[in-house]
């Protein structure tokens, strides 16, 4: 099969926001700017980037996924982020999510617990200055970059890592899924105010593990 061309997959990108994230609900336009900015094969392996833009997760090696693209759209948009934010991305993985973030005017820090995925993360993302990619525990944050406006987490644990409250700034949210039982999770946003947080059900969803001390491994 001959190789599409970059107008295809421009049209691709279009038919992508159209049917899998306009007609689901996202209508934050800047999230929709940035999803139309960033190609998604480009972070894909070249086993898989023909998919880039089914609405599907997509395996990138070491038993990790690329999340699906309305998943991308819908943290973003649930992190209510702005430009000049400053983000905690867990769970680089490909690297996808963050240039999203990084399109939408974050700053982005974005920790991987697997180091071959950080290095293929790092290389992937190498034209974007705003991600700074990170190896290491994503459960424990990144203190020493903290306040966070915002903390994203693509993979489930079992509740909201306590570091995490403690790095985020007044009036910032967290978007992560909550491991409930086996087979169900819950995609919530925290919004602290204070001293105090708030807690948004964002609906049921599928993630991989998040692997760490407040991990579920």
């Known amino acids: 099969m001959a190789a599409s061309s970059g107008s295809d997959r421009v049209a691709e990108r279009e038919v992508m926001l159209e049917w899998h994230i306009r007609a689901r609900g996202i209508r934050d336009a800047r999230v929709l700017d940035a999803m139309r900015a960033v190609p998604r094969e480009q972070f894909l392996p070249a086993t898989v980037a023909a998919d880039a833009y089914a609405d599907s997760p997509l395996p990138i090696g070491h038993g990790q996924t690329i999340s699906q693209p309305y998943i991308v759209a819908l943290t973003a948009e649930a992190g209510r982020l702005q430009p000049g934010d400053r983000v ?15 399109a939408m005017g974050a700053e982005v820090w974005s920790i991987e617990f697997v180091p071959e995925l950080a290095e293929q993360a790092r290389q992937a993302l190498r034209d974007i200055p705003a991600v700074h990619v990170v190896t290491g525990d994503g459960t424990l944050g990144l203190p020493e970059h903290a306040p966070f406006d915002a903390i994203l987490a693509a993979a489930a644990g079992p509740d909201i890592p306590a570091p995490w409250i403690d790095q985020l700034a007044d009036g910032g949210r967290i978007v992560m899924p909550l491991e409930r039982h086996a087979g169900w999770q819950q995609l919530v946003r925290v919004t602290r105010h204070g001293d105090d947080t708030a807690l948004d059900d964002l609906g049921a969803v599928r993630f991989v593990p998040l692997r760490g001390e407040h991990g579920l491994r």
């Open 88 to 102: 905690l991305d867990v769970g680089t993985g490909s690297g996808y999510a963050a240039a999203v973030y990084a």
